[in-house]
């Protein structure tokens, strides 16, 4: 499974990637918005984690814009604001699940599941 992790910190992304590579999960990582939506369609990926506040393009609206090449991307939100605004406007545009940083452990489960889903689709 391939997992697109977007956050402009640095440490969060190497925390997540080390995470994600002991679950034999391929992951590419970008470092704002624009760079995440430019390089979707070729990265192709089967999850998306997305951080929310990032200079240039925000992770909502990067969201949106993933949401409108792909109904179909499963993005999650990423992030360290758990306020309730934030939550009802990333789910409004398509975020699967919204995730606060402190409690990613509940995310790679959520990956997990996701990935063995996707499998069984792909080889039934």
């Known amino acids: 499974m391939k997992v697109m992790v977007v956050d402009d910190n640095a440490n969060m992304r190497a925390f997540l990637r080390e995470q994600l590579l002991r679950k ?20 192709s990926p089967d999850v998306v984690l997305m951080d929310i506040v990032m200079p240039g393009m925000d992770g909502l ?37 919204f995730f606060i940083k402190e409690h990613v452990t509940e995310l790679l489960h959520e990956i997990r599941i996701v990935g063995s889903r996707r499998n069984h689709l792909r080889h039934p």
């Open 61 to 97: 609206e990067a969201t949106e814009r993933i949401r409108d090449l792909d109904r179909d991307a499963c993005i999650y939100i990423v992030t360290d604001y758990g306020d309730e605004e934030f939550r009802g406007k990333a789910l409004a545009l398509g975020a699967r699940g």
């Open 24 to 43: 034999n999960m391929e992951v590419v990582e970008y470092v704002n918005g624009w760079q995440a939506v430019d390089a979707y369609l070729l990265e």
